[in-house]
């Protein structure tokens, strides 16, 4: 039980390199390219439970995560997600344009 929630959590771990607060923006911002924000933030908050609880499993969920094998999956994720999060920003302008031009005529 405690080996399936150790990968739980690294596997929430690996989402994240930083620990920023989410901060709430609307996904037709003009600059939101931030899809892990929210991982990372529920990183932050299992991590600083586990490390409450569990110290010497917080240190090697850190561990693991900062291993070179992590880091490349993360850095491919983090690539990955920007190029959907450029296409995603293509698509909301592209159904702008529509709505304003052929619904609504301008």
């Known amino acids: 039980m405690l080996q399936s929630r150790a990968l739980v959590i690294a596997l929430i771990l690996l989402l994240s390199t930083t620990l920023p607060e989410v901060q709430s923006k609307s996904i037709f911002e003009k600059d939101r390219r931030d899809l892990l924000a929210i991982p990372e933030a529920i990183a932050s908050y299992v991590s600083e439970a586990v490390n409450k609880v569990y110290p010497k499993v917080s240190q090697f969920l850190l561990d693991t995560v900062q291993s070179p094998t992590v880091v490349a999956a993360r850095q491919r994720f983090v690539k990955e997600a920007a190029k959907v999060s450029i296409m995603f920003?293509?698509?909301?302008?592209?159904?702008?344009?529509?709505?304003?031009?052929?619904?609504?005529?301008y």
């Open 89 to 105: 920003e293509q698509l909301i302008e592209k159904i702008k344009n529509l709505w304003y031009t052929r619904v609504l005529g």
